[in-house]
């Protein structure tokens, strides 16, 4: 691979002709999207090659290469390939072999968080290996346009498989076979890699973790779907909760907390100096004054773009500050033990007018009828 002379650049360029997406009720159709797709115009200078930016992060961080295997950061600085991409303040280029690649006289090397065991001792170079992370995760936290484009048909994506999850027969049918018949959906739509799949039913939807199983969805329990892909290189997840036939006692109520805690969430995320952990405690507080503080998840989102959980995250501690050009997947939730949970999961873009959804998908509790 060659050094380009003008490459993607970091800063996001505004464009006059787009216009933002607007949610004003929070609550619209699941139907999925067949309008052009309105990106959120994002006002910020630019541009920058992008190979010049990351050499400037590696000198402060007297980083000499960095050595990368297909992975989010791989595709970040344009890898396509299967080999290995080496970044030094001098060269750029893919290649089977690295070594030969890295200078001799480095003495900090960032490898690839996803380069296995192998490949690290592969290296077999005398330097401090560190984590690329350190120098690459701050200049993906801002998205460009033609990004927030991308993340957004994969948010279209997404929904589309939602849409046709209502018209499916749910009753009798296992979690597991009904994971089946949505992942096939997702990779009709052309997903590249269905990065998680969640169906649970039941007392199954107060498991974070859960993986669909054999467990038989029947009326009145309530169901908790969540989609995660990659198209085009860049990921989307929604959740949704429905309830089968009819919601089990109290279940509607809990939801509410949760729809509340995501209308805080996104009101936090709108103010001039927002930043993740306060967007935490925005929602945290909605879910504490309900009673239910104690089942809260540990977290309530995070930045989605070519790597399905980057930064920041919205949890107490990370003080990121909330900047034009982020897409964060919010993931408010409830898990009551051995009854039900519920979680809805949207993308969102932050603009310089606040938090704009890249979706459309309503959150009124659907009930399902077959």
Known sequence: MTEPTQGPVLEPTPDPTLKPTTDPALELTMEPTTEPIAVPVLE?????????????????????????????????????????????????????????????????????????????FGLAIEAELVPATAVLAPLRLRKRPPEIEAVQ?????????????????????TERAMAARLRL???????????????????????????????????????????????????AEVARVFAVAEPPEDF???????????????????????????????VGDVIDGSGYGRFAAAHFGRGVGLGHDEGPRVQPGDGTPLEPGMTLCLEPAIYVPDLFGARVADVVAITAAGPTPLGSAHHTLQVLDR
């Open 44 to 120: 910020r200078p630019g541009p920058e090659p992008v190979l010049e930016v990351v050499r400037a992060a590696m000198a402060e961080a007297e980083v000499d290469a960095l050595v990368l295997r297909p992975s989010p950061d791989f595709r970040f600085l344009g890898g396509r390939g299967e080999g290995f991409l080496v970044v030094t303040l001098d060269t750029a280029a893919e290649t089977a072999d690295p070594v030969p690649l890295v200078p001799r006289t480095a003495r900090r090397v960032g490898v690839d968080p996803e380069m296995r065991v192998r490949e690290l």
């Open 153 to 173: 048909r994969a948010v279209v994506a997404v929904e589309s498989v939602l849409g046709q999850a209502r018209e499916l027969s749910w009753f009798g049918a």
């Open 185 to 235: 959906l997702l990779m009709e739509t052309g997903c590249e890699e269905v990065l998680s799949l969640r169906v649970a039913a039941g007392e199954h939807t107060a498991r974070p973790a859960h993986r669909p199983g054999g467990r038989v969805i029947n009326p009145g329990d309530a169901l908790l779907v969540s989609l995660c892909g990659r198209w085009d290189g860049y990921c």
């Open 252 to 282: 509607e109520a809990m939801y509410s907390v949760v729809l509340a805690a995501r209308a805080a969430a996104l009101r936090s995320a709108a103010r001039p100096s927002a930043v993740a952990e306060s967007v935490a405690k925005a």
